[in-house]
């Protein structure tokens, strides 16, 4: 295929240059908003828009007459106690795949540390070993690595031909989104309703013995929840926070008292964007907000002086906080929406609905002040095939199974009915008699974040959907979509900039964010955007708007 060998020969050129793209945001907490629960679907596709029963697998022209392993490459650790229950999974899935079309898949996972750089570097190698890979614009390089020839180009009459039930259902304008210079490089996740913005999880009831009947709504709502918990339960530490959640703290003052939207994997601290109104003039609020950071720099100081976290906050490195407020012993969790979803829930996990019937959970959601919330992109996961692939036809052709047919994707993602999981007459998912949550969870397992879909998804009857669906439906009628999801920045001759504001911004922010920095608000921020301008941001805002004004006008 003409485009597989060009994109062959400019990966090899490409290979060393390939493994120092990593972003700047590779954290595990960042690759760790990919997971999360479902809902229903957020777009209806009908049956008359894909091909016809019979058809799974392509035209019947297609030779598949060779048995062929296709290698899936993920992100997370290996299955290791729920291995056996793990493999029973594959050896069902196998059966189908090598059935409809003569593959079977085996799954390669990039464990978690360092997991950017090892994922590019077998990206990178072109061996052959790896075929599906799973990949995302905002936290696995997806452009990077297209860019550099690692991922193959997708012809429409290759997507037509090998993913006929994926290409129907994927509309034009989401197959646009997941071109670079022209041509289809992406399968988008583009029909699960997701949503990874943080914000802060809280005790509602607690909120309204505070006085807040409502619950808390504001970051001024937030503080005097904070006040009320230190005082009515002096044993509580509000939040035991580890310390790194610095630069998302700020983060999400910034946007919910501003019309800010940040640009994608720029860097960790997503310095850089536009504003609602204006979002292909790009600035930063870190230098031109002063009077706002000077706000949040003194609310900070308050929240220390009250006591919202450990005194040794900055050196506590390590937090049960998640699971303390399971169990009661913590007022506030700071995480996405995805985290609520789980946290709001009856699960066996969650004993404080036990131990206390009155307990209910709340979340305040970073911009629910200001109405600022933007949609997840339709490819923070996707589906890509490595240029190295020797065969691609057919890894599209199982992805295409993965993603559409209903008996692949409950195993890939579920495990098998019966024994990982189960339905119960409501339709709802469901473990089995005798489950084990440690030997027999599939649930998560294999990552499938680049495929899931609503249509084929089964509800868990654990959570709290009457709740999920409210607050989905609030964020959907004030959300706009990411607007930057074609801007591939070349940040060659600004990555040593980038690093240092990096190295400033974090260095600054855990003493604001923590309220542990000398002397005045108005002196740290002075301070701290003296640095940036020393370190060259506004020559790095001003590049950025270079390159917007080339694509966008």
Not at 6 to 14: I, K, N, R
Not at 60 to 76: C, F, K, L, P
Not at 416 to 429: A, F, I, P, Y
Not at 442 to 458: M, Q, S
Request: hydrophobic share 35%; proline share 3%; aromatic share 12%.
């Amino acid at each position: 295929m003409k485009k597989k060998l060009v994109a062959l020969l400019l990966a090899a050129s490409m290979v060393i240059g390939l493994v120092g793209c990593g972003s700047a945001s590779d954290s595990k907490s960042t690759a760790a908003d990919s997971s999360g629960s479902s809902s229903e679907s957020a777009e209806e596709i009908t049956e008359e828009s894909v091909p016809a029963a019979g058809e799974e697998s392509a035209a019947a022209d297609i030779d598949t007459s060779e048995h062929v392993v296709i290698t899936y490459m993920t992100t997370g650790e290996t299955p290791s106690g729920t291995k056996d229950k793990f493999d029973e999974m594959m050896v069902e899935l196998n059966k189908i795949l090598t059935e409809k079309v003569n593959a079977e898949l085996q799954i390669y996972f990039i464990p978690w540390t360092d997991y950017l750089a090892n994922y590019n570097l077998t990206l990178a190698s072109m061996d052959g070993t790896v075929d599906l890979v799973g990949t995302a614009s905002d936290w696995l390089d997806a452009w990077p690595n297209a860019k550099n020839g690692a991922l193959l180009e997708l012809s429409e009459d290759m997507l037509k031909t090998y993913a006929p039930k994926t290409w129907a259902s994927v509309p034009a304008e989401n197959w646009d989104l997941c071109k670079y210079n022209g041509d289809i490089y992406l399968m988008p996740e583009d029909n699960y309703a997701q949503w990874t913005n943080h914000g802060f999880i809280y005790r509602l009831d607690w909120a309204k013995e505070a006085g807040l009947k409502d619950g808390v709504h504001s970051w001024a709502d937030l503080t005097e929840y904070f006040r009320y918990v230190k005082k009515a339960y002096p044993d509580i530490i509000p939040w035991d926070s580890d310390g790194t959640q610095y630069a998302q703290m700020v983060g999400g003052y910034i946007q919910s008292n501003s019309n800010y939207v940040s640009i994608d994997g720029l860097n960790s601290g997503a310095m850089w964007g536009g504003a609602k109104d204006d979002l292909y003039t790009i600035y930063s609020p870190y230098v031109t907000e002063t009077d706002l950071l000077v706000e949040y720099a003194k609310l900070m100081k308050e929240w220390d002086d009250i006591g919202v976290w450990k005194t040794d906050v900055l050196n506590n490195t390590v937090s049960t906080n998640r699971d303390d407020y399971r169990i009661g012993r913590v007022a506030a969790e700071q995480h996405h929406t995805q985290t609520w979803t789980d946290l709001v829930s009856h699960t066996p996990a969650n004993t404080i609905y036990d131990d206390n019937p009155d307990a209910e959970t709340g979340f305040f959601y970073f911009g629910e002040e200001s109405q600022n919330v933007v949609a997840l992109s339709i490819t923070h996961g996707a589906m890509a095939v490595s240029a190295g692939s020797k065969n691609p036809e057919r890894a599209l052709m199982v992805y295409d199974l993965l993603r559409k047919n209903p008996d692949c994707y409950k195993l890939l993602c579920y495990g098998v009915q019966g024994v990982s999981w189960d339905m119960d007459e409501n339709g709802l998912r469901t473990t089995p008699e005798g489950y084990n949550q440690d030997t027999d969870n599939i649930n998560g397992t294999t990552n499938f974040w680049w495929g899931r879909n609503d249509d084929l998804e089964i509800r868990d009857a654990s959570r709290n959907w009457d709740e999920i669906d409210k607050l989905y439906e609030k964020y959907d009628s004030i959300k706009i979509e990411y607007p930057y999801g074609q801007f591939v920045a070349d940040v060659d001759l600004i990555q040593s900039q980038i690093n240092n504001i990096n190295e400033i911004h974090t260095n600054y922010m855990k003493q604001i964010s923590y309220g542990k920095y000398a002397g005045t608000a108005e002196d740290i921020v002075a301070e701290y955007q003296a640095a940036l301008e020393a370190a060259g941001i506004n020559e790095v805002t001003a590049e950025l708007q270079r390159q917007f004004d080339e694509l966008y006008k």
